[in-house]
């Protein structure tokens, strides 16, 4: 998905809950000196305010995961006009992949797209189970949750890297390495 001239870059990292995006996400901002825009992150800013809260209950899904992208978005606009790299992290499906994409093309960043997957159902749960991310003002998130959004997940066909959460963390970061510097 990437191809403009080496510069700054967009990074999204996508993938379900639990399958080691933000880790991977703080990876490449450290390797590439640049910010990590976190979807939970955004949202969880808005949930102190009742009013915004109260319209979020009353519009659709579709409506709260393209509020919390359009924030992330905008403020990765902010940084790449200045010709610095931004990695996004979070659940995006092929909406928010076009919206990303249309981002890096508006500020000719080059885009690397990875999808993170878990292949063995129980590492993941024990992932799940066992993490605590105490972003403020956001949940701490269920198994029931994170299995039902697992059988919905379609994986991003065009994606530039894939990486399984049950191989090591290293090689991972490895392949992560690999591809931000290659070119």
Not at 7 to 33: C, P
Not at 120 to 128: E, I, K
Request: aromatic share 6%.
């Amino acid at each position: 998905m990437g191809g403009q001239e080496q510069g700054h870059r967009l990074v999204l990292i996508t993938g379900v809950a639990g399958t080691g995006k933000s880790t991977l996400g703080e990876a490449a901002a450290d390797l590439l000196g640049a910010a990590v825009l976190g979807w939970d992150w955004a949202m969880a800013s808005l949930t102190r305010f009742e009013p915004i809260q109260r319209a979020l209950r009353n519009g659709s899904r579709e409506q709260y995961v393209e509020l919390g992208w359009a924030i992330v978005c905008n403020f990765a606009v902010a940084q790449l006009r200045h010709r610095r790299s931004v990695v996004l992290d979070g659940v995006a499906g092929a909406a928010e992949i076009d919206m990303v994409a249309q981002v890096a093309a508006d500020t000719d960043a080059r885009l690397l797209v990875v999808a993170t997957d878990c292949s063995d159902v129980d590492v993941h749960r024990a992932r799940v189970e066992g993490r605590r991310r105490e972003i403020p003002g956001w949940h701490e998130l269920e198994w029931s949750l994170v299995a039902g959004a697992r059988e919905r997940w379609k994986t991003p066909r065009d994606a530039d890297l894939y990486l399984d959460a049950v191989d090591p963390l290293a090689r991972n970061i490895t392949r992560l390495r690999d591809v931000l510097t290659k070119d």
